[in-house]
């Protein structure tokens, strides 16, 4: 069990980068209890050799990554650099090379991941990625062990901490999408370009892993239905507040009937449910299992520490030579998910519609829905100084498709100063 | 990695083996397709083998579990019997055997574990008890894997659903202690002898398994400081309330200056915090580490069902061979915790006196607490028909030995119509 000394290459010294090699000399002698060997970092490959870093004695500066794959006293390569291309060619030689590895890259797992973990597979190495979704958060672990005994039904999740940050500011204090976003980057949760994060591309990416790990089944990214929060309006993060509901990007998978119904959506939360409440820069996971029931974690989702925390876990995990199903299912490769059309899926919505104050609009409206087979929950109107007037509603399930269609109906009939709001609803 | 057939014996066939046993067909495929083998069960040990039974064919009834210890065909003992000496037997037995084990018997692990976790280590067995704390959330795994990493700061639980229940009715329906846990009794959630649920005592148990998990020492459960929950007040519901807070039942340990503060009581939890909103029979854990920050675990904390999913979690680990790392530390027999004197904790406090209607007992009150440092952040003061009025306080941080100081000399000098009640604050 133990291995006295586990030599590691780290590529990649950014946020989560330094605060691995923060922790590693910080928590030293946990490490040890935790694995009864020291684990010493040999070498760090980074872009740029020529800035003064903050690295331990003894520890070698590269510049090309792929030094880590051919050194041949390295045991483990952590891959911390982001992007798809060099990453992923890192992590195959090293495989290659007989090296474990440890990734927080979801964007390379979700887009790339089959090939990578077929070869991990071949090579009867770890390929471990607990970082790589809701950064401290152990839902990786926690769906390749601890629920194996479940039949998962759905999960929900808040994995992106900027998106869930900017939504806060505007639930909380009444920002508009864009003040939000400013300050977002400018306290340095959101990249320059946020695209990922509000557009949720990121959430998505962390979606599909969670599906591998749930299901075990291999959801393509390019399928997977995916609309951000950019310029979400708070008039609707308002009129969401009165039904009782708080407006979350989430990423959602659910079982129906063995086919797999999943997207990234904004979507009107329950106040009363835990998930409603992840403030700030939190993410959260929500799940169901046929044994376990409701299961809820909750956690800093990004952030130097709380990510090398994953990172370290990992590593413990291949220090004590923990068996590497890096799937969670004993078969590797797995097959393709069998997926619901997504015009199919079927939610409850929250709508709404700025129209023309006139008589006759709302049941012109209600008209175009109820022709769809759309039913409508409750509605709001108001008045408005500017002669466009929201009209808001919450209705009973119905389909992405009979929505769809009954704003297009919509659109074509003349009703719409502004494209229509639908925003999926959960509780 | 594979086995092709584990064999296992299971002792005990109430409400976690029941649903232990219907869970291992009803997820059959699941259960293969995690481990690339067939789990069968060979034997049940239960006291009454007269009684009709719900079990798969072929499985062998026998009353008395030491045979499961000695039959060479079972290669896993799951322990769910409950009680300290035969379960103790069994277990150890079937070590010596050199057989795996998995049980949710926290009351033996806290009293008892320690010979047993030696034992295991000897045989180099696997000691297996997700299921002992919390039901179905992977508390036991995440300590254990996920935040190796960390150093753990504190940590507090919400740990017996019975309890939780209990409150959550006084909260939100207003009932006495009393009638919630008639109610609680009859929905089968507390025992007829509700002691080891109401007065802290299950809570305590699982708290010393947590402890073990999280810092790697022994906290002889004899030494713990144990309060319950047995006839509080619902004023005192009512008065938290208006400072906004609510009563919990918490289990918590919080390392401070390498000394190891730990207890159960009931807690006012400032009402915006995620353990405030655990309601109903759930439970959760709340994790502070140096890595990781704050992590939030919530789900179902007993039953059958959620708990035989921790079991089943725990045999697909053993069906992988995953590495046994029992206590989740290298070095397998813990030394003893460094405890902090309970007397020298220091907490706010929520503090309510019964006194006289008379002028000047507020200063008297005050007084008393102040000789003993002990300084107040808030007060209440109502009026009473009967002539006894509640005087509530919320002090500063104060020391357990002031607050108990203060208490003797009031008493003492006949200022109080009733005990004092004293409860921790946290947040």
């Known amino acids: 069990m133990s291995c006295d000394v586990l030599t590691i290459g ?26 009864g060997c020291d684990i010493r970092l040999k070498s760090v490959a980074v872009r740029d050799t020529t800035r003064q870093r903050n690295l331990p004695d003894g520890v070698q500066l590269l510049n090309d990554p792929m030094q880590l794959a051919t050194d041949p006293e390295i045991d483990v390569v952590i891959e911390l650099m982001g992007g798809i291309e060099t990453a992923k060619q890192l992590i195959a030689r090293s495989l290659e090379n007989g090296k474990q590895i440890i990734t ?8 790339e991941g089959a090939c990578l973990f077929r070869l991990a597979e071949e090579k009867k190495a770890a390929l471990r990625y607990e970082a790589s979704v809701a950064g401290g958060i152990p839902i990786v672990e926690t769906l390749k062990e601890s629920l194996t005994g479940n039949r998962i039904n759905s999960l929900e999740g808040i994995l992106n901490g900027t998106g869930n940050y ?43 892993l969670l599906i591998r790990l749930a299901w075990g089944v291999d959801y393509p990214y390019t399928e997977m239905p995916i609309r951000g929060i950019r310029n979400l309006d708070r008039m609707d993060i308002e009129f969401a507040r009165e039904f009782g509901y708080r407006i979350k990007l989430l990423g959602r998978a659910k079982m129906r009937n063995g086919q797999l ?7 009107l939360v329950n106040h009363t449910y835990l998930l409603a409440r992840v403030g700030g820069a939190f993410n959260a996971v929500r799940l169901e299992g046929n044994a376990v029931g409701s299961l809820f974690l909750h956690g800093l989702g990004a952030g130097s520490l709380p990510t090398a925390s994953a990172v370290l876990g990992d590593l413990v995990s291949i220090a004590r030579h923990n068996n590497r199903l890096n799937s969670g299912f004993y078969q590797q490769v797995l097959p393709k998910a069998n997926i619901l059309p997504p015009e199919q899926a079927c939610s409850t ?45 919450m209705t009973h399930e119905a389909s992405v498709q009979a929505v769809s269609k009954a704003v297009d109906n919509m659109r074509r009939a003349d009703f719409l100063l502004a494209p229509a709001i639908c925003y999926r609803v959960m509780g």
Do not use: C, W
């Open 10 to 35: 780290l590529a990649g010294l950014g946020t989560v980068g330094s605060g691995f090699v923060h922790l590693l000399s910080e928590n030293k002698e946990e490490l040890r209890a935790r694995t």
């Open 104 to 111: 927080a890259n979801k964007a390379l797992l979700a887009e």
């Open 166 to 208: 900017i939504l806060s500011e505007m639930t909380s204090k009444g920002r508009t999408f864009d003040a939000a976003l400013a300050d977002a980057q400018e306290k340095g949760y959101a990249e320059a370009d946020p695209t990922l994060d509000i557009d949720g591309y990121d959430t998505a990416h962390k979606l599909v």
């Open 261 to 267: 119904e999943a997207g990234v959506f904004p979507t």
């Open 349 to 393: 919505y929250y709508m709404r519609f700025m129209v023309k104050d006139d008589p006759g609009v709302l049941r012109d409206l209600a008209g175009a829905l109820s022709d769809q087979g759309v039913s409508i929950a409750q509605a709001i109107q108001k008045g408005q100084s500017e002669g466009a007037v929201p009209l808001v509603f």
